[in-house]
């Protein structure tokens, strides 16, 4: 039988070099979970930031310590530590796990805020004439219910700018992996460290959103 897999989608790391609330939050549902699957993977280098990562550590890293620290075996982690954001992570964790290892069926986890662009990022990686995708959604954070709407705003602005551009103006094709990796090393500012003009008007509409508390950008 081919191992079974969940995917933790990094949430970002505290000044301590630890996972924050929303990253605990999903590692915690992990550990609930844990003995459905043969391995745990986490996918998460650094937080895209413009200014770039404030970490010395990557966030799969910093995720794979909080796991053995539950008691997770350190035999059934895997680590992707490439990916900057959520494209990337599904992006990834195809390239470097999903397909070598010949897997056709996996799982997803992610906080509630996030699912909604997840799924459509993944759907795109990950078409369903070729994949079976399912989701496992665990709370969102509590402690900053004002970061929390930021956080909502936020996704939800860049799931309507995919939804709009990403097989149209950046061409590209659900499951095909040349022109998905084209968008990754041109226009992905998560990659290339860069904003062509779209994104800069993506990222000035949302900065300019009359709800939104903070200006940074959480892709």
């Known amino acids: 039988m081919k191992p079974t897999i969940l995917i933790i989608l990094g ?10 609330e929303t990253t605990q939050l999903r590692y915690d549902t992990a550990v609930k979970v844990h003995q459905k699957y043969d391995f745990l993977l986490i996918s998460s280098d650094r937080t895209y930031r413009p200014q770039g990562s404030q970490h010395l550590i990557s966030e799969a890293e910093a995720g794979q310590r909080y796991l053995l620290k539950k008691g997770i075996p350190a035999t059934k982690i895997l680590l992707e530590e490439q990916s900057r954001d959520t494209f990337s992570n599904a992006y990834f964790c195809r390239l470097l ?11 997803v986890l992610t906080s509630q805020f996030h699912l909604p662009k997840s799924k459509y990022v993944f759907s795109l990686v990950f078409p369903k004439s070729q994949y079976t995708v399912k989701f496992k959604r665990c709370p969102d954070p509590t402690a900053n219910l004002s970061d929390l709407q930021n956080r909502y705003i936020n996704e939800r602005i860049v799931l309507q700018f995919y939804k709009k551009h990403l097989t ?28 062509d003009q779209l994104h800069q008007q993506l990222t000035q509409k949302i900065h300019s959103h009359p709800k939104l508390k903070s200006k940074e950008m959480l892709f």
């Open 97 to 107: 796990f999903i397909d070598p290892m010949k897997i056709q069926q996996f799982t």
């Open 11 to 20: 949430g970002g790391l505290n000044k301590k070099e630890e996972p924050n």
């Open 168 to 195: 149209t103006t950046y061409g590209i094709i659900p499951g095909d992996m040349e022109t998905i990796h084209q968008f990754m090393e041109n226009h992905n500012p998560a990659i290339t460290g860069q904003r």
